[in-house]
């Protein structure tokens, strides 16, 4: 569950590549920006990206660690890496390629993956007020005032679908754990 989480995050910086013209948000999510030792467990997914933004679609591959220390983030789209992300818990180093467009930023994929991944209760601390997460049947939301912006569930494959309804993205991840394959 945790590499399909971490595969959307990356799947949603990535959909902000597949248009060079992305409208304004309807509403701003919540900075997450929670520590990387809140993670239950380290983790080494190797994932597959669907983003889908309006009628684009991209196929994307990332490879995500996270331990107790840090979080590291690689995302490739046709054998290039578009952006490296470092997160620390205080600061988000990011090594972008220059063809990746600025609207893809990495502090709105350090969220998505923070979103999909972190512990319920390490969110629910750091929401503003006006905002609540809620874990019914295995599907996660973030709402506003009874409104859901983003969502997190399973897909009956065992992938994982992100939807930012706020910025009007999907995507789905597909993770292997490299820690669990080298067994």
């Not at 205080?90 to 990495?106: N, S």
């Not at 969502?151 to 706020?166: S, Y």
């Not at 993770?175 to 394959?181: E, F, V």
Request: net charge negative; glycine share 6%; with cysteine.
């Amino acid at each position: 569950m945790h590499r399909l989480i971490l595969a959307l995050l990356l799947c949603v910086g990535l959909a902000a590549c597949a248009s060079t013209r992305m409208p304004a948000p309807k509403v701003q999510l919540p900075t997450l920006q929670l520590a990387p030792s809140a993670l239950p467990a380290p983790l080494q997914l190797q994932q597959r990206l669907q983003f889908r933004f309006g009628s684009h679609e991209r196929t994307l591959d990332a490879l995500l660690e996270a331990d107790h220390d840090e979080v590291r983030l690689a995302v490739q789209a046709m054998g290039q890496t578009g952006v490296r992300m470092v997160w620390d818990g205080r600061q988000l180093q990011q090594t972008r390629a220059p063809w990746l467009p600025p609207l893809v930023r990495g502090e709105r994929v350090l969220d998505d993956l923070q979103f999909s991944l972190w512990p319920a209760d390490a969110i629910r601390a750091v929401l503003p007020a006006g905002w609540m997460l809620d874990e019914t049947d295995g599907i996660r939301r973030l709402q506003q005032n009874g409104e859901t912006w983003l969502e997190r569930d399973t897909l009956p494959d065992g992938r994982v679908r992100l939807r930012n309804l706020a910025e009007g993205y999907e995507l789905v991840i597909e993770s292997l754990d490299m820690g669990q394959a080298a067994l």
